[in-house]
């Protein structure tokens, strides 16, 4: 990273959409950098166990595939640094003075931002969530399942991730339950499918977990039926969340048009109300959040990147 110069694009993140604007750039000429906050590129996919719909990568372990990613960027001569970015803003009125980032390294110039700083896990912000993260309250089953063989571990979610999460337990905790508040899951039917053929699954019903309870560790939880308001205690060694995904553009979204949870509005040019600031991967207004739509946003972003930079000249 160079400070007292002027990148033709700063990429901020480093998951798929990220790594994949890198390629584009460095494959277009660019002098692009990317930053990334973590030790690792990847984003969430690193805490994905299995990735069965990429294509040509049929079945591969999420941690393998943000590596493989990172492999080919690095293989091209791709510019990475790790930094945490903390606020973007614009050098000056005219359009050629661009834009400077605030990082962990220092401040940074750059003609056009890519914004790729994806979505982390949803909270259910109840009391004991803070208190035992880490000590039994987990967001990736893949990560710290582990720790829970032959024990006993509830799963809240109805979405894909929190029945690939109850699925995944299974293999190892004696005993999982699926805590849904609605009588129907949102998950693929193929995936409820595996779900309720497993012995040791059990689905609660029109349940919300309340609150965490322990003394060192988990364990048990509060449930309330959401039909009849009627409490319930439940002992579980562990309670893995997966409500869904919050984006992760607070650091822009004074600057940027975003809908009201706070995704980037753009359409599929990656184009953002703000010249030469564009948005790529899950951070983006759109329909299906994954791996294949984040690094196809990655690609049409730097083709807009290269369409904003001929104008500049
Ligand atoms: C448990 C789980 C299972 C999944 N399974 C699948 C699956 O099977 N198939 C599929 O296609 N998709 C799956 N997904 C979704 C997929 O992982 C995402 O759609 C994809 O990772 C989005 O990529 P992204 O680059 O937009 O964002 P992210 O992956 O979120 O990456 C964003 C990156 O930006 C970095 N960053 C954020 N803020 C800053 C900052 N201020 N400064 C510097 N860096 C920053 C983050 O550290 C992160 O590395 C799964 C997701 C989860 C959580």
Redesign the pocket.
Known sequence: MEVNKMYDVVI????????SAAIYAKRAGLDALT????PL?????L??Y?????PGLSGIN?FDMGMKFREHADKLGCQFQN????GVRRAGDEKEKGFILE?SEGEIHTQTVVA??????AKLHIPGEEDFAGKGVSY?A?CDGAFFRGKTTAVVGGG??AV??AIFLARSCEKVYLIHRRDELRAADILQRELKALPNVEILWNTVVKEIAGKERVESLSLEDTRTGQGRSLAADGIFI?VG?VP?GE?MKDMVGCDEQGYFLAGEDCATDVPGVFV????RKKKL??????VA??ANAIASVLDYMRELI
Not at 83 to 86: E, L, M, P
Not at 116 to 121: D, L, N, S
Not at 289 to 294: F, I, P
């Open positions: 901020i993140g480093s998951g798929p959409a990220g790594i930053l990334e906050q973590n590129s990847g984003g969430q996919v805490n994905t299995e990735v069965d719909n990429y999420g930094a945490s970015v903390s990082t790729a700083m994806g979505a982390v896990h990736c893949t894909d991730v690939e999460d997966a995904i992760s650091l790529a991967g899950d951070l959040r994954q791996v294949v739509t984040a946003d990655g």
